[in-house]
């Protein structure tokens, strides 16, 4: 299995408009984040998880460019812009794909998702919409995408009920607050950890930089690489070294085996 960060940065991205912090100003790769977002690619099959608003630049970057190279499914963790913004631009992977490209969500998302896009959904489609074929998954319950299972585990974002996904050997949490013993139980015996980490200090709806370390101990893997990162969490260069043994900070473009 390989996984592939599209992207490590919070809602707002790094370098934030109209921020002038070391960390905007940074000329570190490293330290420039797209909104959160991974590429899976195991068993023959190519499956993302969540498609922001920077889904086409990505791809453009670290994805796909041939006629040839293709996407099977899309995992989507919550309904937020940033991890949902770039499902229009997945209408080239929708061509030839009965009744349309497979994406996998909470039941609170398919309604979003059908608000948001009508013209996705329409009885008479415009030419050339996407065709999209959303499928409800819930917390708990194991599925196939494109043939390779995947367990839903339940995360809580400040007030909405999230996803995190469990794909064999790897764990991926993103946008998490709590995490329950649940689904830290389910999350045990991953080889590898994505988890997200969003600053040094609290914050509302997402783990801090503490708290996400905390989980990694409770859930023990073998590496844990830290995603959805704000410019307030510091300079790459600076921050990796201090991180404990086996946990890494990921940064976009980073490929990973699993």
Known sequence: ?????LGTGTSTGVPQLRCG????????PRDRRLRTSALVETGGKRILIDCGPDFREQMLRHGVRSVDDRLDALLLTHQHYDHVGGIDDLRPYCYGIEPGFPIYCQGDVVRDLRARLPYCFSEHPYPGVPRIDLHEIKAGIPFQAAGVEVLPVGVNHYLLDILGFRIGALGYVTD?????????????????????????????????????????????????????ISHQLGLHAEVEPALPEGVRLAYDGLKIKI
């Open 21 to 28: 912090c070391e960390v905007c100003r940074s000329t570190d």
């Open 1 to 5: 299995m390989e996984l592939t960060f």
């Open 176 to 228: 998490a607050k709590k995490i329950p013993d649940a689904t830290v139980e389910a999350l045990k015996g991953v080889d590898t950890l994505v988890i997200n980490a969003l600053r040094h200090t609290e914050h509302l709806s997402h783990l801090s930089l503490e708290e996400a370390l905390e989980m990694v101990r409770r859930i023990g893997p073998r590496v844990a690489y830290l995603t959805h």
